[in-house]
């Protein structure tokens, strides 16, 4: 194979535009969470386990999480493909990464729903 | 005043160095290539690009105590002692603080730097209106002086694929000109993870860009076409 300088994958705006909504999920929960902290000061362990039984609860805390884990995966590949030149190690760490992340999403929902 | 300027003859130095200089001179409103001018009368081995000597023709862009700037818009006073200068960071160096432009320029030309419309050419001109044309402001102004680019940590990283600041300025004001029927080609051309989205809006560009224009917004304009042409 020569070796050229190769651009034009024609990706690129739609991971941008993600990781912007995203981050805009992501603020949202943090506010919500840092308000609940702020307004319920003396939490406990019942507390703590009735506001995660909620379902309203559980799914906006799983958006967050697959909103971190696809936040992630833009940011993580962004900076392979700076620092990392060689395409063969470079697609094994995005294999990695993609396998690493769809394990933790699959955690998220066994912890949440307590399965 | 003081002075410590980069030095680098290829054919003489084995690496660079930074030599001292001392210039008696009142600075008045005297700029630095008035300076530099002089210093090279004491040593004329000191070699600079210039032209036009009043930031228009982009020439003498350098690293002036850290900062990228054209030295002579740059007013004496106005800078710290020892004065530091180096050549553009992120280039091969020539000579001095002459550096090889060919990577900026490939990447200049790579967005098409020319209006592409394929009418017949009309009698005069090709009109537009006074709204269109405002819309080319803070765009045609560039000099391509290369102080944005080199100051951009991406085109550092990613010279050969990252179209840096002054090309998407460029790639822009084609995009927002009334009479450029290649909009959509443009704009296929930057829907790349290197030659466009490697920009993160450091804005480094924006803060030294000695003619004052905002690459940062025009790469964020070209975003948002982007966006508006997918939904």
Known sequence: MVNRV??????????????????????????????YLLFVPQTNYDLWTSLFSSQVVRTFSLLFLMSLFYHAWIGIRDIVMDYVKPAAVRLAIHVLVILALLLYTIWSVQILWGM | ????????????????YMRDYDLDV????KMLLDAILLLKEQDDSLSIRKSCREGVCGS????????????????????KEPVVLRPL???????DLIVDMT????QYHSIKPYLVNNDPPPETERLQSPAQRAHLNGLYECILCGCCTTSCPSFWWNPDKFVGPAGLLQAYRFIADSRDQATAERLDDLEDPYRLFRCHT?????????????????IGNIKDLMVKRSV
Request: overall charge negative.
């Open chain 2, 26 to 29: 009142e600075p008045g409103d």
């Open chain 2, 89 to 95: 960071p992120g280039l091969p160096v020539i000579r």
């Open chain 1, 6 to 35: 190769v651009t034009g994958a024609h990706y690129g705006m739609r991971d941008w535009l993600i990781q912007r909504i995203t981050a805009v999920v992501m603020a949202a929960y943090c506010l919500v969470l840092a308000g």
């Open chain 2, 103 to 106: 990577q900026f320029f490939k």
């Open chain 2, 202 to 218: 450091i804005m480094n560009c924006v803060d030294v860009c000695p003619k004052e224009l905002n690459p940062t917004e025009a």
């Open chain 2, 1 to 16: 005043m003081k002075f410590s300027i980069y030095r680098y003859n290829p054919d003489v130095d084995a690496a660079p």
């Open chain 2, 60 to 79: 003498d862009a350098m690293n002036i105590n850290g900062r990228n700037g054209l030295a002579c818009i740059t007013p004496l006073y106005s800078l």
